[in-house]
């Protein structure tokens, strides 16, 4: 093991106010999702991947990875998906072993009632905080710590 590369003051700053700004951030949108749509976000998060998927249809080990989820979380979160009919399972036809989560009509229709409150909600929570500046190192920035991961592309697949 090297030595370890303490924080210095102003890193350590940043990197207390960076924790609290995202705890805080989804700590509000999931709030917000609960009251307003009676979904967490972790659900809404779901449901917009499955949303931008090919047929509304994604491998379980593609949505865990796409929602930076262990699979055995993300299995009892569509388990409570399936259970209110948004989401169904289907196994992979040429591998027994996985199977694939599909948005229904229903969970469709649930995503696009939520939408505007929680669009409302990142807007005047993140965006309306921002100069565009800032808006533009913020991308960067989120880009460089996602890499920086192993995480691919947030964007949505091109259709």
Request: charged residues 25%; aromatic residues 6%.
């Amino acid at each position: 093991m090297g030595v370890t590369r303490w924080l210095d003051d102003s890193e350590q700053e940043i990197w207390r106010a960076f924790v609290t700004a995202v705890e805080g951030l989804t700590d509000h949108f999931d709030r917000q999702l609960q009251r307003d749509s009676a979904m967490p976000y972790t659900y809404y998060e779901i449901l917009v991947a499955l949303s931008e998927a090919p047929n509304r249809t994604l491998r379980m080990s593609e949505l865990a990875g796409a929602r930076g989820s262990s699979r055995s979380r993300l299995s009892h979160a569509v388990a409570r998906l399936e259970e209110v009919g948004w989401v169904t399972r289907r196994t992979c036809p040429t591998d027994k072993r996985g199977s694939y989560a599909v948005l229904t009509d229903a969970g469709f229709a649930a995503l696009a009632a939520a939408a505007p409150g929680h669009v409302t909600a990142v807007r005047e929570r993140l965006f309306d905080q921002l100069t565009p500046e800032q808006v533009s190192a913020l991308g960067e920035i989120s880009k460089a710590i996602l890499a920086g991961l192993g995480c691919r592309d947030p964007r949505p697949p091109a259709r």
